[in-house]
């Protein structure tokens, strides 16, 4: 089996807060009471890092701040922390970003991984210019993806594609060692560009079934393309975990308690307009309503009633959640991007408990050494090592 990572994930959506808090997708950002400064969005990077997380993913898009700019501050005041930028290629041409993924790989010591969102809403990408179809922003990205991997072998690159022209480009610093490329997505048009370019496939939490439906359906695209065995799975998901199942279930039911139906109704009818394949199958799990929420053991529907993207959370005790893990990891997925409300207290949750938990059988291992025993006792824990 493939060794597990697991990633946090920078709340610059808005800011962060003890509910959900929605956007993306074409809808509105909720209020947060926590906003998105560098000093606690360092606090949150500097706990991931001691906790264990690999890498922070952080969002793109109108609803949320610079992911660039952000996570090269961010990466000033932490020290191992990776950072998955989330960018969309055709808004920067392919050398800029070629070059911007190199410096920052080489100025920080090889702490960034690229997230390509190619853009799933007309409407938002029209703000920033980009006025091609959805199939027309597939298709650019193939390009795109083209040239950046070819610019990153140090050769001159001549290319002239449908989208993009490039001639003679030549990058003088190549990013050592070379950023791994993360990418979503759902249709046809997404899967044919995962099987030719990407690293690892992310999908969101879906239930395990059918995770491994998708799973499949990559591995069988990438064999055409003569990457069998190339391509990596992850997983994006929110966590939910506590000492007991009772304590979790708790949480998420507080969580729902603050959700409004006005306000299910205002953001569900946003989500429904996007063009988001991804996003209509996260709708089918949730139907819009807070009855019949948990749709596999331990996997709850709740966060997507407000929130586009990722709407789903893995809800129990740290064993429960190490067990949905488990079922995950025996479908093919071996990384997990993870966050919850709040982002700072829900990382010691998860690396607290279920991480240590991952490590007694044998999943998971701290990749820095530990010079103390605290990481091993599970948050909440009155017990003290000996």
């Not at 449908?162 to 993360?182: N, R």
């Not at 990438?222 to 279930?249: K, P």
């Not at 799990?285 to 997507?304: F, M, R, T, Y």
């Not at 990384?335 to 990382?347: A, D």
């Amino acid at each position: 089996m493939s060794e597990l990572k697991f990633h946090w994930f920078l709340p610059t959506n808005g800011g962060d807060g003890r509910q959900v808090v929605g956007g993306g997708h074409g809808v509105e950002a909720g209020a947060a009471g926590r906003p998105a400064s560098v000093p606690y969005l360092g606090q949150i990077a500097r706990s991931a890092e001691q906790l264990g997380f690999e890498a922070a993913l952080t969002p793109t898009g109108a609803w949320c701040e610079d992911a660039w700019v952000t996570t090269a501050m961010i990466s000033q005041v932490s020290e191992r922390l990776k950072f998955l930028v989330a960018f969309r290629p055709g808004l920067t041409s392919p050398f800029i970003a070629a070059q911007m993924a190199g410096s920052f790989q080489n100025l920080t010591g090889g702490r960034v991984a690229l997230n390509v969102v190619t853009g799933g809403e007309s409407k938002e990408q029209r703000m920033f210019g980009d006025f091609l179809d959805k199939d027309g922003r597939y298709e650019r990205c193939d390009e795109f993806l083209t040239i950046v991997r070819r610019l990153w072998t140090g050769d001159s690159v001549t290319f002239e594609g449908k989208h993009l022209h490039v001639e003679d480009a030549v990058l003088t610093q190549i990013p050592d060692p070379l950023p791994q490329i993360y990418f979503g997505g759902s249709s046809p048009a997404a899967g044919k560009v995962a099987a030719k370019h990407v690293d690892v496939y992310l999908t969101w939490g879906e239930p395990p079934a059918a995770v491994a439906e998708k799973v499949e359906w990559i591995r069988k695209l990438a064999a055409d393309e003569g990457r069998e065995g190339q391509i990596r799975f992850g997983i994006r998901l929110h966590t939910i975990a506590r000492d007991t199942s009772d304590e979790a279930w708790a949480e998420a039911d507080r969580l729902l308690a603050h959700i409004s139906d006005e306000e299910i109704a205002r953001v569900q009818d946003g989500l429904r307009k996007s063009e988001s394949v991804g996003q209509a199958r996260m709708l089918q799990l949730n139907q819009g309503s807070k009855d019949g929420l948990e749709i596999h053991p331990n996997l709850w529907a709740g966060v997507g009633l407000v929130r586009g993207g990722a709407g789903t959370a893995m809800v129990g005790s740290h064993a429960e959640i190490a067990d949905l893990i488990e079922q995950y990891q025996a479908v093919g997925i071996s990384e997990f991007v993870l966050s919850g409300y709040p982002h700072l207290e829900e990382s010691y949750w998860f690396g607290e408990g279920v991480l240590p938990e991952l490590t007694r059988r044998g999943l998971w291992q701290h990749p820095t050494p530990q010079h103390s025993v605290t990481a091993s006792v599970p948050f909440g824990s009155s017990k003290a090592a000996s």
